[in-house]
């Protein structure tokens, strides 16, 4: 594990060091409820549930809180190799396309499973000092293990000028 992912890592796991993260950086996932459930250099999962906060007037879960949570699931990953290296790294969204499959209510759980594609990215930007963009995969489950939508997130990153 690199050691700056390690400290990222460190401070997204801790409960406390977590929730003051949202509030300064992700303010609406932290008024959402989303949280870390697994996080490693490979993958990251990111749960929320459905509450009044989360819902949309059919009694699901609001289209735009799945997607910050499907977003946190890639962007964990993208984030934990971009802090503090050097040379910097911008990081950015740049599209975004989602398949609905089913209601989601309950407890979903975004799965993204791209982070050595993300770290190989990274380091080709750093390496080439060009502008990367690649897609990352999360995909949301109920609490049954169904599959509630597809997100394919395209991430850029570039590394600034040293």
């Known amino acids: 594990m690199n050691n700056q ?11 406390i060091k977590f929730k003051f993260f949202l509030l300064s950086k992700l303010p609406a996932a932290f008024f959402a409820g989303l949280s870390i459930q697994e996080f490693t250099e ?5 749960c929320v549930k459905h ?10 879960m609001y289209f735009a809180v799945e997607a910050m949570a499907a977003e946190m699931a890639s962007g964990m990953l993208v984030f934990g190799q971009v802090y ?4 910097s790294i911008s990081m950015l969204v740049v ?3 989602v398949e609905f499959v089913k209601k989601a209510t309950g407890i979903i759980l975004f799965t993204c499973n791209e982070g050595q594609k993300i770290q190989d990215q990274i380091n080709q930007s750093i390496q080439d000092g060009e502008a990367k963009t690649f897609i990352c995969t999360s995909t949301g489950k109920n609490e049954l293990g169904e599959t509630v939508a597809v997100f394919n997130i395209t ?5 600034k000028n040293k």
């Open 95 to 97: 599209k975004m396309e």
């Open 155 to 159: 991430w850029s990153a570039k590394a």
């Open 51 to 60: 509450s009044w906060w989360t819902q949309n007037p059919f009694k699901s």
């Open 84 to 87: 503090k290296r050097k040379p």
């Open 5 to 15: 992912f390690d400290r990222f890592k460190k401070i997204i796991t801790h409960p």
């Open 42 to 46: 490979a993958k990251s999962v990111v």
